[in-house]
C-alpha cells in the first residue's frame, strides 16, 4: 500500500541547520534563573577505605549553597540498575571507594568555579588497598573486590545455559569431538577487546527542576533513555511517574554511554528538591572519561577447528569480560549481546563461556555495538587464522561456511533464528567493487618488493531491532524503570486540521537523524511532502511511552509502530476522503497531497479538505470518530539480523610499525533502506569509531587502577584527517519481522570494521610469520611484533 | 576542567606588559597550551598577561642575513611562509605538523618555544636551524641560543619576567638544507611526536662540513643530537654515513616510556627518525 516517492530518498537532513550552524539547543545551553551549578569531589584513588571525610571548610567557601556525602542520600538506596547481578553503585561512596574517579562528595554552588573550589577544599583522608585491575588476576578470585559478594566473577554466560527454559543443547561435546578427528585442524588464539572510553562530543549534561507547590519534577538531561530516567526518579522518591517529566533536548552523541542512568542525575533531583533551584550538572571531558561507563574490556581464547579443505566443525571462545566495579544499567547483559551472534553468519557448533568480573575500574556497558563487536571480532579474527593456517583464501572459506539463501529462517544453537539473509552474494558484490584479486595482485606485487602490503577481510552479522518480548524473561527489559516489560516500540501520528503532520516517538535521536527519517515514514505513507511533517521526540510528557534509542533499534521498531499507525490514519482518511468524493474508501489512492479514486486523476480532494472534514463531525462520513490520529504500538516477534562484508588495504612500515590505512571498502545490508544518506552516515561513524578500537583507542588502568588515559591528550580518537574516503555500497535483503522490511544500521559500522583492520595487519605481517598482533595496532605494537617475529 | 581564579591583562604594549610580569604570571600566546594547563588546574598563575594585543609582534621579517618570527606569528603562518620554507624548511615543516587546523591557527611558534615541551615539534627545527631565542623583559635584551633554551620538561631559559618577542632564524646559503619528520601519537604524522627528528646540513665539494641533528619525543627536552652531527661532518652523505651517524642519535638523551612507546621502542624511532631527516635534508640541497 505504501508508496516509494520518498522511501529510499536522500532527503536532507531537517535537523542539520540548527545544528551545523550551533543553534541547537543542549542541556548545558539551559540557564534557568537562579540555577545552581554542581562539582563533585572524586576519588583520586582506586581502591580505598574513606576514614575520615570533612566538608565544614569545603562548606564555608563562597557561594556554596550545599556539600552532600553518603549520609545526606542514603535513604534514596543505591543506584537503580535494570540487571541487578553484582554491587549496584551507592550515588555517593559509601565509606569507601571502589574505582579511580567515584563520586566521594556533591558540591552545589551559585558558579561552576566556586563549586570546583570547594571541591578542592574537601578534606578526605584515605587507607588506601591494593586494588585489583587484571582481569585474570580478578578471576583467579585471589583476592576479591567486594567482601560481600561471593566471587569476583558475578555470572558466566554460556551458549546453552543462558536461558534455561530453552532448553537448548551443549554443543561442547560436538566441538570438542570434532577436535579429535583425523583431519581436525585446530587453530587457537588468546586476544584481547580493550577498553574503550566513549566520546560523545557533546558531554554529558542534567539539570532538575523542582516545583513543590505542584510536586512536580522537570529534568533535562542528555540522556538516549527519558523515559528510564523518569522512571528511576519517580520510583527513587516514591513519586507518581506523570509528576516527573525528563526532556532530552539535542544530544549530542550518546554510542551508548547515555543509555544509563547516572547517579548524577537522581543526585542532580535530589538537591533541585532539598535546595528549591534549580540544579545543573556538566560533565567535564576528564570526568567524561574517568566516571561515565567504558565499553569493551574482554580477554580471551577463540579455538576454531575444521577440515583441511575449510570446513567448519565448531568454534569455541572462553572470555573474560570486565565488569568494572559496579554494575548500573545493563551491565553484567552486555556479553549475552554478543552470545546471540557468536556463530556469526556460519553453520557449526558454538561452545561460548563468558564470565563477567568485577575489578577497581569504572563501570562498563554499552558502548556502539555493545557485545557484539566483540563477539565477532573473536569469531572473524580465528576465521582468519584458521584460513591462513589451512592455505584457503578467508572469503572461500566464509562462503563455503554461510547459511545459505535457502535456509533462512535459519535456527542457530542459541536458540534465535536469523531472520534473512544473502551471505555469499554480499561478499561477491563487495569482491567485486573492491576489485579483490587486484588488491591481492597489488599486494603480492609489494611483498616482493619487500614492502609489507596487507589485505584483510571480514564479515559479520549483529544482532538489533530490541527487541521480542520474550526478551523480557532473561531480564532484558526496562521494568526496573517502570516501563513496559518488553521493548515495545510506539508511535502516534496526527494529521492536523490544517493538513500538517505531527509524529510523536517514544524514541529520540543523538545523530541519527530521526527527524527526517520518520518524517520520510509518514509523509511517504500519507502522501503528504515531507517538509510538512514535524516529528516530536524526547519529552516524556509528549510521549508517555518509549523506550528509547540504543541497539540499532529505532527504525526498525518504534519506525515500524509509526508507519503501521500511518497505515491506520490512512485508511481513516481514505473513507473521508471516498465520503467527500461520493466513491468507495477502498478506490481511494493518496498523491501529491490529495486524493482521487484509482484510475481518474479528477476529481481529486486534497488533504486539507480530508484534514478540515476529519474535525467536523457534521462533514465526516457518519461512522467515523471525529479526529485524524493513530497511535501503534509494536513488539517484534525476532530481533533482526543485518550483515555485511569489509576489505581494508594497510600498509606497514617495517621501521616504525606505523600503519597506514590505504583503503576501506564496505558492503552492509541493513535491510530496506528508508534514507541512503542518512545509513551511509551512520555507516561511515561507525567505521571510524571500529578503526578508532583498530587503531587508536585504548583506556588504561596502572596496576594502581589509575586512569592513564584520562583526557583525550591521552586518548587519541580517529580523526577525518587520518581516514581514508570509505568506499561503501550494499545489497538489500529485507526482514519480514518488521512491515518495513528495515533491519537497523546503527551499530553495523562499528561491528564490522575492527577485526577487518586487523586481518589486514596480519596480512602485512604474514611474510614475517606474525599471527595475531592486540589491539590497538598502534606503531609502537605492530614494531613489537616485528621484531618478535624477526627474533 | 575549571581554572582556578585567575587575574587577566592585556596589556598594549611590552612596557606595560613587563610592568605586569612577576613571580606568579604567565605571559599567554595562542592560550592553546597554557589555558588546558590552567583548566587541569595543574599551572594556577595569579595573572595571565595577554600579549595579543601588542602592536609589532605578528610580523615575520626578511632581516637579510637573518629573519625574525614575531612572538604572536601562528604556526599556521610558520608552516605558509616561503621564506622560512626556503630558509629553515625542518621548522616549516614542523608547523605544518604541528596539532591540527584550529591549533596551528592560534598557537604561536614562540609560544612553543617557551612552552618547551619534550613532545613538541617546532623546538627541533629551531635547534637544527640555528635559532637564537630573542628574550625581552624590563632589564634588557637577551640572546638565547636554541642549543641552551631548552632546559627540561615544559622548562625553557625564559626567566619568569621575560618574554620571548621573537626568534632569529639564520637565511640558508649555498649547499645548506634541513628538513623534519616524525611519527605521531595517531599514527602517520599525525598528533604531537612520539618520536621526531630535524637536520640541517652544508655540503661543500661533496662533503658534509657542517650539520646540527635533533631529536624530539624521546626525552625530557627537544635535544641537540650532537653525536650525529659530529659523525656525520666529513663524510660524505651516502646512505651508509648517514645510518652510521644516526646510531648516535640517543648520546645525552635520557629516553622515557610512554604510553606510545618503550624505551626501546623510543630508542630505535629516534635513530630512524635522525636518519630520514638527513636523508631528506639532503635531497632537499
Ligand atoms: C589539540 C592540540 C593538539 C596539539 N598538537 C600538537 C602537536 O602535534 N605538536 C606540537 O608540537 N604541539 C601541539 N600542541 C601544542 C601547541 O602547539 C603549542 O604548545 C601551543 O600552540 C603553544 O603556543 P601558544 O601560543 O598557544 O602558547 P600558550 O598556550 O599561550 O603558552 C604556552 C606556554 O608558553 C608561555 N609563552 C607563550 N608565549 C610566550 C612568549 N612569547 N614569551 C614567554 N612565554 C610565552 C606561556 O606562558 C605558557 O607557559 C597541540 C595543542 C593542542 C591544544
Redesign the interface.
Known amino acids: 500500500m505504501a508508496t516509494t516517492s520518498v522511501m529510499g530518498g536522500s532527503v536532507r537532513r531537517r535537523e542539520d541547520p540548527a545544528l551545523i550552524q550551533g543553534m541547537g539547543t543542549y542541556v548545558d545551553d539551559l540557564q534557568p534563573t537562579g540555577v545552581l551549578q554542581v562539582a563533585f569531589m572524586r576519588s583520586p584513588v582506586a581502591r580505598a577505605k574513606i576514614t575520615s571525610l570533612d566538608t565544614s571548610k569545603a562548606k564555608e567557601m563562597p557561594g556554596v549553597a550545599a556539600i552532600y556525602t553518603h549520609e545526606d542520600v542514603a535513604h534514596l538506596g543505591p543506584l537503580l540498575a535494570q540487571v541487578q547481578i553484582g554491587k549496584l553503585r551507592p550515588l555517593l561512596a559509601d565509606g569507601e571507594v571502589n574505582h579511580m574517579g567515584e563520586a566521594i562528595a556533591m558540591v552545589v554552588a551559585e558558579n561552576r568555579y566556586q563549586a570546583q573550589d570547594a571541591a578542592e577544599a574537601i578534606d578526605v583522608e584515605f587507607d588506601v588497598v591494593k586494588p585489583i585491575i587484571d582481569l585474570k588476576e580478578a578471576a583467579s578470585d585471589a583476592a576479591k573486590v567486594h567482601d560481600e559478594l561471593d566471587s569476583n566473577i558475578l555470572h558466566t554466560w554460556t551458549y546453552h545455559g543462558y536461558w534455561d527454559a530453552l532448553g537448548l543443547e551443549d554443543q561442547t561435546p560436538q566441538v570438542d569431538a570434532a577436535m579429535e578427528r583425523d583431519d581436525a585442524v585446530v587453530v587457537s588464539l588468546e586476544m584481547k577487546n580493550q577498553r574503550l572510553i566513549p566520546v560523545a562530543i557533546e558531554p554529558r549534561s542534567v539539570m532538575a527542576e523542582y516545583n513543590p507547590g505542584y510536586g512536580r519534577f522537570t529534568v533535562h538531561s542528555s540522556t538516549q533513555v527519558p523515559h528510564a530516567l523518569g522512571g528511576a526518579i519517580s520510583k527513587t522518591f516514591g513519586m507518581i511517574a506523570s509528576d516527573v517529566r525528563v526532556i532530552a533536548p539535542e544530544v549530542g552523541g550518546g554510542f551508548g554511554s547515555k543509555l544509563n542512568v547516572y547517579n548524577d542525575e537522581i543526585l542532580a533531583a535530589f538537591a533541585a528538591k532539598d535546595l528549591g533551584r534549580p540544579v545543573k550538572w556538566t560533565e567535564t571531558r576528564r570526568e567524561a572519561a574517568s566516571s561515565t561507563i567504558h565499553g569493551r574490556g574482554w580477554v580471551g581464547t577463540a579455538t576454531i577447528v575444521g577440515t583441511k579443505d575449510g570446513e567448519f566443525l565448531g568454534y569455541k571462545l572462553h572470555a573474560l569480560a570486565d565488569m568494572g566495579a559496579y554494575s548500573q544499567n545493563f551491565t553484567v547483559a552486555i556479553p549475552l549481546l554478543g552470545l546471540w551472534i557468536a556463530s556469526g553468519q556460519y553453520k557449526m557448533p558454538v561452545s561460548w563461556t563468558v564470565d563477567c568480573v568485577v575489578t577497581n575500574t569504572m563501570t562498563t556497558d554499552a558502548y556502539r555495538g555493545a557485545g557484539r563487536p566483540e563477539a565477532i571480532y573473536y569469531l572473524e579474527r580465528i576465521i582468519d587464522a584458521y584460513a591462513r593456517e589451512i592455505g584457503m583464501d578467508p572469503f572461500e572459506v566464509r562462503k563455503k561456511n554461510f547459511w545459505q539463501p535457502d535456509e533462512f529462517p535459519a535456527l542457530m544453537g542459541c536458540g534465535f533464528a536469523l531472520d534473512s539473509g544473502d551471505y555469499a552474494s554480499n561478499v561477491d558484490k563487495l569482491m567485486e567493487k573492491a576489485d579483490y584479486a587486484g588488491l591481492l595482485r597489488m599486494r603480492d606485487q609489494a611483498r616482493d618488493e619487500g614492502r609489507l602490503v596487507g589485505v584483510g577481510v571480514g564479515s559479520y552479522v549483529e544482532v538489533c531491532g530490541f527487541g521480542p518480548a520474550v526478551l523480557a524473561e532473561i531480564g532484558f527489559s526496562w521494568s526496573e524503570y517502570g516501563l513496559p516489560a518488553s521493548f515495545n516500540g510506539s508511535g502516534l501520528v496526527r494529521v492536523n486540521p490544517d493538513a500538517t503532520v505531527t509524529v510523536v516517538i517514544g524514541t529520540g535521536p543523538s545523530g541519527q537523524g530521526h527527524e527526517t527519517t520518520w518524517a520520510q515514514i509518514v509523509g511517504d505513507g500519507l502522501g503528504i511532502p515531507v517538509d510538512k511533517v514535524r516529528v516530536l521526540h524526547g519529552d516524556t510528557r509528549e510521549h508517555p511511552m518509549g523506550i528509547g534509542t540504543f541497539g540499532s533499534r529505532s527504525v526498525a521498531v518504534d519506525g515500524a509502530a509509526t508507519y503501521e499507525a500511518t497505515l491506520k490514519v490512512r485508511e481513516k482518511a481514505a473513507k473521508i476522503a471516498a465520503h467527500l468524493l461520493e466513491a468507495s474508501a477502498t478506490d481511494i489512492v493518496f498523491e501529491n497531497g490529495g486524493a482521487h479514486v484509482a484510475g481518474s486523476p479528477a476529481p481529486r480532494v486534497e488533504w486539507e479538505a480530508i484534514a478540515k472534514a476529519a474535525y467536523q463531525a457534521h462533514t465526516s462520513p457518519e461512522d467515523v470518530e471525529s479526529g485524524l490520529e493513530a497511535h501503534t504500538s509494536f513488539s517484534p516477534g525476532n530481533a533482526t539480523w543485518p550483515f555485511g562484508s569489509h576489505i581494508a588495504l594497510v600498509e606497514v612500515d617495517p621501521d616504525t610499525g606505523n600503519v597506514e590505512l590505504l583503503r576501506y571498502v564496505g558492503v552492509d545490508d541493513c535491510g530496506n533502506e528508508i534514507n541512503p544518506m542518512i545509513v551511509n552516515g551512520q555507516i561511515h561513524g561507525g567505521i571510524a569509531q571500529g578503526v578508532g578500537q583498530a587503531m587508536f583507542e585504548d583506556a588504561v588502568y596502572d596496576s594502581d587502577g589509575n586512569l592513564l588515559t584520562g583526557s583525550l591528550l591521552d586518548y587519541p580518537l580517529p580523526t577525518a584527517a587520518d581516514l581514508p574516503s570509505f568506499e561503501l555500497d550494499r545489497t538489500v535483503t529485507p526482514t519480514d519481522v518488521n512491515p518495513m522490511g528495515v533491519k537497523g544500521v546503527g551499530e553495523a559500522g562499528t561491528i564490522g570494521t575492527a577485526h577487518t583492520i586487523v586481518n589486514a595487519v596480519v596480512d602485512a605481517l604474514e611474510p614475517l610469520g606474525v599471527k595475531h598482533v592486540d589491539m590497538p595496532l598502534r606503531p609502537k605494537r605492530v614494531w613489537q611484533a616485528i621484531q618478535e617475529a624477526r627474533g | ?5 585567575f587575574d587577566y591583562v592585556a596589556p598594549s604594549s611590552l612596557d606595560e606588559a613587563f610592568e605586569a610580569l612577576g613571580d606568579d604570571s604567565k605571559v599567554m600566546a595562542g592560550g592553546m597550551s597554557l589555558i ?1 594547563l590552567m583548566k ?2 595543574l599551572f594556577s598563575p595569579a595573572l595571565v598577561v595577554d600579549i595579543a594585543r601588542i602592536p609589532g609582534l605578528d610580523t615575520l621579517d626578511d632581516k637579510g642575513d637573518h629573519i625574525t618570527i614575531g612572538a604572536l606569528v601562528r604556526h599556521a603562518e610558520t608552516a605558509a611562509s616561503d621564506l622560512i620554507r626556503s630558509n629553515a624548511a625542518a621548522l616549516s615543516t614542523a608547523a605544518a605538523l604541528t596539532g ?1 587546523v584550529q591549533v596551528r591557527n592560534r598557537g604561536t611558534t614562540c609560544g612553543t618555544m617557551a612552552h618547551a615541551d619534550a613532545v613538541a615539534d617546532q623546538p627541533a627545527g629551531a635547534l637544527a636551524c640555528g635559532a637564537v631565542m630573542i628574550a625581552q623583559s624590563a632589564s634588557g635584551t637577551r640572546e638565547i641560543p636554541a642549543s641552551e633554551f631548552f632546559v627540561d620538561s615544559l622548562t625553557s631559559a625564559l626567566n619568569p619576567d621575560e618574554i620571548l618577542t621573537s626568534i632569529r632564524i639564520p637565511k640558508s646559503g649555498d649547499g645548506e638544507g634541513s628538513a623534519y619528520d616524525k ?1 605521531g ?4 604524522r ?2 604531537y611526536a ?1 618520536a621526531g627528528a630535524a637536520a640541517w646540513v652544508k655540503r661543500s665539494n661533496g662533503s658534509i662540513t657542517e650539520a646540527r641533528v635533533a631529536v624530539t619525543g624521546i626525552g625530557t627536552k627537544p635535544t641537540l643530537a650532537e653525536g650525529v652531527a659530529e659523525a656525520l661532518i666529513g663524510t660524505d652523505g651516502s646512505a651508509s654515513a648517514v645510518e652510521a651517524a644516526a646510531e648516535r642519535a640517543l648520546e645525552g638523551v635520557t629516553v622515557l616510556e610512554d ?4 624505551e626501546e ?1 623510543k630508542s ?2 629516534a635513530k ?1 627518525y635522525a636518519k630520514r631527516a638527513i636523508n631528506q635534508a639532503l635531497a632537499s640541497i
Open positions: 576542567m575549571y581554572p582556578r581564579k588546558p587541569l588546574r591540527d611519527l601519537r595517531r599514527g602517520g599525525s598528533d612520539v604510553l606510545y612507546g618503550s621502542y630505535h624511532l630512524v
